[in-house]
């Protein structure tokens, strides 16, 4: 009997709910093979939790979620919530989420399949066999620093204040996280801030270079201004491995990375605390109002993030194995939702490639029976 799991599945809003049906049709299928006992839990963030409850994420949600094994979170926002007070808005709920449970540690592949590779902006050449981790820190920074707000100077003045900071133990617990990663990787980390205009920035190079002396000599480690590693990201992006920034940059560079890739359907990501901490699976991509009801969007991204959730948070690597190589039979196959369609592919909705999927693991597992 497999161990019992819980699993708290937080569709948002937008495409959210769709991917997140397909994710859900994936467990109870995953269940009835006897191979996963997994009890999930459903529950609102974002818009649809500010609709229901007035709060983007409500102290009975937190709960629940602090309670399971792991999260799976679809996606939040939407322009009918734009002009709700910024500590209501569906983006404060995931901020909440991330800060309440300690997700210090967000990670973010950017994986060109080879099957995609015409699906990126930039030439083949420079794309092919792209595999980039992003540690992006997410606690910290600019995001949760104090003081922060909007300071009326009178006759018509305002001052908007927010504030970058960062102490020693928050940069070393990213910087160990994206080390160790390295190491089962190709072994490079590139840190990336603007020690050059920036006192953090500073602190930031010096706290990650005492660590790698510390503990990781084994790895290379390379230092590199910001703005610089946003155009070494398009120049040549097969020179990262690794790539540990700090919250506003690894937004930034995350979404660069995630473009290189030409297919956000497609990325998964996953935040992690401290041990014992249940760890946040999302894809990257947004709740895209625009296609949202449609069974259109590409369930791939949270189907990925539920592989990465079984291989860190729900220890079942082999789970995490066969989904992720399901997804690779797909693309084989010619199988494409729109976000993905080339010529001479089979155009599937979103729940059409859910079945895929399913129809997929079937087949690996009579293989392995
Ligand atoms: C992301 C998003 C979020 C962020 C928003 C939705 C708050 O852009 O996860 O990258 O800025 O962190
Ligand atoms: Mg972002």
Redesign the pocket.
Known sequence: MPSQKTLTLLPGDGIGHEVMAEAKKILFWLNAQGDTNITIHEDVIGGTAYDQHGEPLTDATLAVCRQSDAILLGA??GTQWQNVAYDKRP?AG??KLRKELGLYANLRPAIVFDELIDASTLKPEIVKGLDILIVRELTGGV?FGTPRGIEDLGGGERRGINTQVYTTSEIKRVGRVAFELARKRKGKVTSCEKANVMESGKLWREDISALHHAEFNDVTLEHMYADNCAMQLLRNPSQFDVIVTD?LFG?IL??EAAMLTGSLGMLPSASLGAPGTPGLYEP?H?SAPDIAGQNKANPMATLLSLAMCFRFSLEMPSIADHLEQAVKNILAAGIRTGDIMAPGCTLVSTSGMGDAVIAELSKQYMKAA
Request: proline share 0%; no cysteine; glycine share 16%.
């Open positions: 939040v926002g983006e995931l901020l995001y919250n937004d995350s979404d990257v947004g």
